[in-house]
């Protein structure tokens, strides 16, 4: 890494971690994986600090409950990029059972397998069956969809669910949305939820009182972040329309293997790494895909993110947590995705 860009994080992060900056319909992109964050959303006001400085066996006291956030395990692949992405999401698993206050559940955002195997559905069970938090809830990612348009998917997670898979759910107050922006997606294409889940959506949020925390959960992202490589959804925006009057609205996505953010009034935009691979920073490449990086480098790019909600201001601190991450300040967590050698394919 150069020290220009080097330079460039510290900067980035020394604004992200000065607190009395007004962040009202403030836009921000980071797109170092590896970087955790804290956030924590206050009437629609996030505040962040670094992940070092705060990770530690008193990490989410205080907080009514928390859940995780896995994504893009993609099991069944095994090209340089990651040779076992079984091992490296048992490891993902192991750092969640480690953690010294047990999260109430496990989100994970698509792109289970690879290829839409049986087996490779079996193999991310037989993982899963080990974590601590005994509830996951699933939406599908593209990958998942590949050889049945997701009849196979739906049989084994999506039981319950309206459609191709959407539903929702409620915990200690916080409402929960699973949505499917994946299915028909055409390759390199944009996300789109469609007619009849956007008709679902809007009543499944009417009568809510707008003080409800709100959590959206998706594959690709419920914003446009490079519409080059199809990372967005084409209907997002009518779908943000129907939650602007609550006061606290998070978006967790996968898709893209790298952590970005964006904050726009009331609404908190989140990506989260893979458990398998990462992929170029937008524009870095001629294309998405797996990027490959040196072996003693691939667990600072892959990882985990830990949600608290907080009953004090009704708001939620987001954690990511690379998983080669000691919890150190001296840990890398900030060379992500500028990583000397990295090829794709």
């Not at 989100?107 to 289970?112: A, N």
Request: charged content about 20%.
């Amino acid at each position: 890494m150069t020290d220009k860009k080097q330079d460039l994080i510290d900067q980035n992060l020394q604004d992200l971690n000065n607190d009395g900056v007004d962040r009202r319909g403030f836009l921000k992109c980071m797109a170092w994986a590896g970087t955790g964050l804290v956030w924590t959303l206050s009437g629609g006001i996030p505040a962040s600090r670094a992940f070092a400085k705060s990770h530690g066996k008193d990490e989410g006291k205080g907080g009514d409950f928390s859940f995780v956030q896995i994504s893009d395990s993609h099991i069944g692949f095994n090209k340089p990029a990651n040779q076992d992405v079984t091992a490296t999401l048992q490891i993902a698993i192991n750092k969640i059972n480690a953690m010294p206050d047990k999260p109430d559940f496990i989100i994970h955002t698509g792109d289970l397998s690879q290829l839409s195997k049986p087996s490779e559905f079996e193999t991310l069970d037989q993982v899963l069956k080990g974590a601590s938090a005994r509830q996951i809830y699933f939406v599908p990612g593209e990958h998942d969809m590949l050889t049945d348009n997701g009849e196979q998917y739906l049989q084994r997670y999506g039981k319950g669910t309206k459609g191709a898979g959407w539903y929702s759910f409620d915990h200690k107050g916080v409402h929960f949305v699973g949505l499917v922006n994946v299915a028909n997606l055409k390759a390199g294409g944009m996300g789109s939820l469609g007619h009849e889940q956007l008709e679902w959506l809007e009543d499944d949020l009417k009568g809510r009182s707008a003080s409800t925390p709100i959590v959206l959960f998706a594959h690709i992202p419920l914003w446009t972040i490079y519409p080059d490589w199809g990372w967005g959804t084409d209907d997002s925006e009518q779908a943000l329309s129907y939650v602007k009057r609550f006061g606290s609205v998070t978006v967790l996505n996968g898709h893209i293997h790298q952590i970005m953010q964006k904050i726009e009034g009331k609404v908190s935009f989140h990506t989260a790494m893979s458990t398998a691979f990462p992929q170029p920073a937008p524009g870095t490449a001629p294309s998405a895909g797996p990027m490959k990086v040196p072996a003693d480098q691939l667990q600072r790019v892959l990882g985990i993110t830990d949600v608290n909600y907080l009953v004090s201001g009704r708001s939620l601190a987001v954690v990511d947590s690379p998983l080669g991450d000691s919890g150190s300040s001296n840990s890398g967590s900030r060379r992500g995705l500028v990583v000397p050698d990295a090829t794709v394919g």
